[in-house]
């Protein structure tokens, strides 16, 4: 479609509502920073065949993704959704296959062995047949797996099967058909039961049987559900009953994995322990004789959150690095705005960086705001775009601040016009010049309109100094740079957005309404200054080697310093990427802030330093 230039920036910037926040988590100092490449080089440095983008920084690899492909589901499990239901996203909003199996190929590139497909209910989705197919393709993927409430399971079972399904998990809490239906809301406990029989005689082994245990609902049925695996070869999975919104979780209500086994141990004391994997999430053991085996998932009472190798992917295309956290990141959002496969690691990366050593108690997660569980995904696991940095001196962040003596920072001009408005002020809008071909341009403004603030030194004109951008006749023109030569050119910019205590608060805390708006800032004017020719009319499009936005928390001043820096290797700088780099990404957190207090500015919008062109500039604080 066509776009005007506005649209055109709005539709690179302000979609970008990455809902992302660090819970608490201190921010990093500037050498702390680490982004996704430089983790890279880190791991490249130390042989370690794994992909930065998705190692986080506590060294966990992560190398199985679930991947919830519709929020629907055939029935209402009071633990999942909430009584009166959830609210669907538009389908419109929903990934398509395409995208689906686009963001499946990238995260297997980068080392992901294992995929399960979850939902709401995976197997309402018309197309999961042909997406299980097309993910069989995939080069490197080793298990595709697919968590499912059983329902549709036994009908459609021998098409899974055929199209590259290796692995089955099926939610039952119940043996009892009355509780089944009181539980989930609706009937259909021996369609369950007939998927399960299905699968075992299909070959599937072991068949995971998943069970979430609520005190006062089922858990005088743990001795039933253990019998099972006598006969057969099912691995039933007992789940610590988990706090999301809108199924009313409470602590009376949780029975422990201890509790359980012990109850367990009492009916079969020579039950053994099992050997597990590092990346399991399940304690297993088994009753000497027995076919199947049981498994406990001890998400609250016992976190496995040290050995998590797990991402989830939500329907709507948000990235969740925990399924406790409620930082999600839209890489929906990023593939729609035309991004590149290496834009869309470095949100994954960052994100992935992000992640937390271990998420929260489970009294804090009760009371954290999180998904209700449908909206998530049917399955469970344990624990967003890069850190930022953190000014931790008071002194690091004045140099920020400190203007020099005698020169006009902005729009100081503006204030002279106003008190003589018969006057006509040449009107410039200065960025602290220390140039001296800048200074000499600003002096030949003032000469040509007879003016000379009061508060501007007069500067010596030793050179004839003129607009490169206008022809003969003082009309718009390009430079022509063909004569040039191409060297390696850097620029770093520099802005202040000054936010109020409430509105610096919240952002630094990762509590605005709207998301984590340093991440959508950083995304923000990364983008933008891959769009400055579209947006500066007379600007030459460059191919950018690199774009980095990082920010700055001065908590004294309650405000954010933004810095952009730009590289290219072409015939012209990079001043303006930068510029428009910085500037986007402090309207961004304006946008984002503004909810909270209309007193936000933004200031000190300038050039810190280019280098690589006829002369090199370096502005001194």
Known sequence: CELTVSNLLMSHVLDFVLNLCHNGNPLLTSKELVSPRSRRQRLNDSDIPFSAFLTDSFGRRHSYLRIS??????????????????????????????????????????????????????????????????????????????????????????????????????????????????????????????????????????????????????????????????????????????????????????????????????????????????????????VPGFKGRVGFITSMSDHFCGSCNRLRLTADGNLKVCLFGNSEVSLRDVLRSGASDEDLLQIIGAAVGRKKKQHAGMFNISQMKNRPMILIVMSYIHKDCLRYTHVVSANVCKRHFITTPGIPSLCTLLENAKLSPSKHYSIRLCHKQTSSEEANQSANDQNRSGTNPSNTPKLDNTTAAQLTHTDAQGRATMVDVGGKLATRRTATARATVNLGPTAFRLLRDNQLAKGDALAVAQLAGIMASKQTSALIPLCHPLPLDHASVTFDLDELRNAVVVTATCRTTGKTGVEMEALVAVTVAALTLYDMSKAVSHDISITDIQLVSKTGGKRDFHHQP
């Open 69 to 286: 492909l519709t929020e629907k589901c055939n029935l209402r499990c009071q633990y999942c959704m909430p009584e009166e239901g959830v609210k669907l996203t538009p389908r419109g909003q929903l990934l398509s296959t395409s995208e689906v199996l686009t963001l499946a190929r990238l995260f297997v590139q980068e080392g992901v062995e294992k995929i399960r497909l979850t939902g709401g209910e995976p197997l309402i989705r018309p197309d999961v047949l042909d997406i299980i197919a097309e993910l069989r393709k995939l080069e490197g993927l080793k298990t595709i797996a697919v968590t499912t409430n059983g329902m549709n399971l036994a009908r459609l079972l021998p098409k899974l099967k055929e199209s590259g399904l290796d692995l089955i998990n099926i939610s039952l809490d119940s043996l009892v058909p009355a509780k089944f239906e009181f539980i989930v809301r609706r009937k259909g406990f021996h369609k369950v039961m007939e998927g399960i029989d299905k699968a075992i005689e299909m070959g599937y082994n072991p068949v995971k049987v998943n069970c979430v245990v609520m005190r006062g609902l089922n858990e005088d049925e743990l001795l039933d559900f253990v019998a099972l695996t006598e006969k057969k070869p099912l691995e039933v999975r007992f789940i610590e009953y988990m706090p999301f919104d809108g199924n009313k979780w409470n602590f009376k209500k949780m029975v422990s994995y201890q509790e359980m086994l012990d109850r367990i141990r009492q009916q079969w004391p020579s039950l053994e322990t099992l050997p597990s994997e590092h990346a399991d999430t399940a304690k297993t053991f088994k």
